[in-house]
């Protein structure tokens, strides 16, 4: 559905008033690894240039004390991102041979269709469009099974009239939480922070804020250091209880900016005035349950489907790798049964 691909490792381009083009990773902001599987993936990324080791200081900052202090890991996993910008690993995967994108373009509807011996799937655009038929789908996204879909688009969830009700069914009980990133841009650095990245405790509007200029590839215009700062769940959960699921306006995003802007600036009084600053609603950021901890995705074997993301295994990046790789284990392996072929 968006301008690219990358889902919680999506990067956004913004251009400011003069036409300097800014780059931010509004979402997730570095991954770790744990199992052997991605491992293997994430070395076939390093050699390649796709990913890199980032070396910033972590820490925290707490609002009653007012005092930052060193943030103390379970473990010294390297903390990996993507370079130059956190979507690299999807743009890179989405232009590999054989593979074709399509962006900006909304699935409103899945429709098997038994008009041979395997069967297929047709797919629809929200406006009806053909969108070609396929042999198997994997559903990435959470929101093919929600009444988010229908609040964005007007119509049901694609999923429901599929004809897969136990995937349906998981699906449609799982909730996500969401909240708002405010990008901002300064003309100079934050000497006196002293951390890259550092979650903020006992704050009611702002969970965290990272130095996103200090990951490695990253290009800024002149000496400027890029920020992203995360709201708190429950401020995002106030503010769309308000407002609905509907796109936020720009007067209310300009807003949320300047909330979310102002506690940071008492978190360091010395900040600037920044010479971009924008808001933006991360609708799905976190699943707040998972549905196939074990099995790490959904598969309906009869009709060559699976639904895979991190909402099956958990909210982090290597979550939703996993989650990947088991559909894609499912999908490859449902294929040649058939005698079909990728």
């Known amino acids: 559905m968006g301008r690219g691909p990358g889902g919680r490792m999506s990067q956004r381009r913004e251009t400011t008033s003069d036409g300097k083009e800014l780059f931010f990773d509004h979402g997730a902001q570095y991954f770790t690894v744990k199992f052997p599987a991605v491992q293997k993936l994430v070395d076939r990324w390093l050699a390649s240039g796709l990913v890199k080791e980032w070396s910033g200081k972590f820490g925290s900052f707490d609002r009653v004390k007012m005092s930052f202090q060193d943030e103390t890991f379970e473990d010294d996993s390297p903390k990996y991102v ?70 964005l ?13 136990d995937i349906y069914a998981k699906m449609t009980k799982l909730k996500s939480v969401s909240v708002f990133t405010v990008m901002v841009a300064f003309a100079e650095g934050l000497a006196s922070v002293p951390f890259d990245r550092f979650t903020i405790e006992r704050s009611n509007l702002l969970a965290g804020a990272v130095r996103v200029s200090s990951k490695p590839g990253r290009e800024v215009v002149e000496n400027s250091e890029y920020w992203v700062l995360h709201s708190t769940i429950e401020y995002a ?23 979310l802007f102002q506690e940071f600036k008492e978190i360091v009084p010395e900040a600037p005035t920044p010479f971009f600053m924008k808001a933006h609603r ?23 489907i699976a639904a895979c993301g991190d909402y099956c295994v958990g909210p982090r990046i290597e979550c939703a790798i996993l989650s990947g790789l088991a559909a ?15």
């Not at 007007?154 to 009700?165: H, I, N, Q, S, T």
């Not at 306006?249 to 949320?256: A, D, M, Q, R, V």
């Not at 894609?328 to 990728?342: F, M, P, T, W, Y």
Request: net charge neutral; aromatic share 6%; charged share 20%.
């Open 282 to 304: 991360w609708g799905s950021a976190f699943p707040a349950q998972v549905a196939a901890q074990e099995e790490k995705c959904l598969v309906d074997p009869s009709r060559r």
């Open 82 to 151: 993507g370079v130059p910008g956190m979507n690299s690993i999807c743009k890179a995967m989405s232009k590999q041979p054989g593979v074709t994108t399509a962006y900006g373009t909304t699935v409103g509807s899945l429709t098997w269709k038994e008009g041979n011996a395997l069967g297929v799937w047709h797919l629809g655009s929200k406006n009806g469009d053909n969108l070609g038929s396929y042999a198997a789908v994997v559903a990435a996204d959470k929101s093919l099974a929600s009444e988010r879909f229908t609040a």
């Open 328 to 342: 894609a284990d499912n999908i490859q392996r449902l294929l040649e049964v058939s005698g079909s072929k990728i």
């Open 237 to 259: 959960k106030q503010i769309i209880e308000e407002e609905g699921y509907s796109k936020p306006s720009s007067e209310s995003l300009n807003k949320i900016a300047d909330t």
């Open 153 to 165: 688009t007007g119509l049901p969830p694609p999923l429901e009239k599929a004809g897969v009700p």
